[in-house]
């Protein structure tokens, strides 16, 4: 097991950084929170153009048909520049859902438009607070139509498909939902970090077609996630790693009494334990890596160590960025509440901490009863 990236998808990773250097600056970042914009479409549309929301489509749905190693070396990239774009929604999410469950006229129909970009995609699961069950959805499907509400759902407001989880009469479903029909109702949603937006979908019949099997929406839910966990987690560690940076950058020119404060035992620990952290995290990252791009039995456990590790990794390292800068780091002129927002966001995303946890320990007991 090789826990190392080629030389192409290095090379990959090295254009991904100068580009998105050049175009997804912190100052990028601030527009969006501070304007009326819910993501960068300039952004989205020259990723888009670089085949990034292509990436493992095959090429027969007019795809790269690259493996998730190159997808995962993306995915670090744009965590680490915090990127405003529904990259994760409609990649990691939505076209993952498709290329799973779709039928050949659902491919035919919906991957080439993901792949151009052309098409931005949504997972709506959640319809209240706390953790989504099979057994506490509401939003019914019926005759071809689905009725109900969907909260919050990441970029829904922006998003020209979703993807969603509906009660039937065979148990949970997954659906196609094209957005832009009259029986669909968007509300902007306000959550702790505006660069990436949410909503609230009601639905009033609204026309919907079958995604997979009737009745198997919950298991497919399940091997969605677990992919796109690992993609989440090499985001998370792209944006662990800004913040670690951030902080010892100012930690080298910020001097007190005459002596840098980086010199001072309080903060080397602080950003030796965000060190070991990121570290740490990064090798869970190349383990799932391995698991999804080989679609190894060991994803579920591989998924969920990595999610687990970055999670608790992105949170340590944004916060104690945050503590490193003092006073000034608590406001809105500096740059530290970006990593911060973000780290908070994605550590709820496709599940809370405590979720992936358990997910965790029955991944370990179904591997030792193996």
Known sequence: MNFEFSEEQNLLREQAQSFLKDQCSLSAVR???????SFDEGLWQQVAAMGWTATTIP????????????????????????????????????????????????????LPQLAAGAVIGCLAVNESAGEPTPDTLQSSFSDGEVSGSKIPVADGDIAHLAVALVSTSEGPTAVLIDLNQTGVTRTPVKTIDPSRSHARLDFENASAEILGEPGQGWSLLQRVYD???????????????TSLNMAKEYALG??????????????????????????????NCYYGAWALSTNADELPLAAATARVAATQAYYYASKENIQTHGGMGFTWEFDCQFPYRRSKLLAVTIGSEAVWQEKLISAVENAQAA
């Open 31 to 37: 527009a969006v929170l501070d304007g009326e914009q």
């Open 254 to 283: 910020r001097f007190a009494f005459g002596r840098s404060i980086a010199s001072y035992q309080a903060i080397k620990h602080k950003l030796a334990h965000a060190y070991v952290k990121n570290t740490l995290a990064r090798s």
């Open 59 to 110: 090429e027969e749905y007019d795809g790269l048909g690259l493996s998730y190693l190159e997808l995962s070396v993306i995915a670090e990239e744009l965590g680490r520049q915090i990127a405003p774009i529904p990259f994760s929604s409609s990649v990691y999410l939505a076209t993952e859902a498709i290329l799973l469950a779709g039928s050949d006229t659902q491919k035919a129909h919906w």
């Open 227 to 241: 992919r796109a966990a690992v993609l989440f987690a090499w985001e998370q560690v792209g944006g662990a790693e």
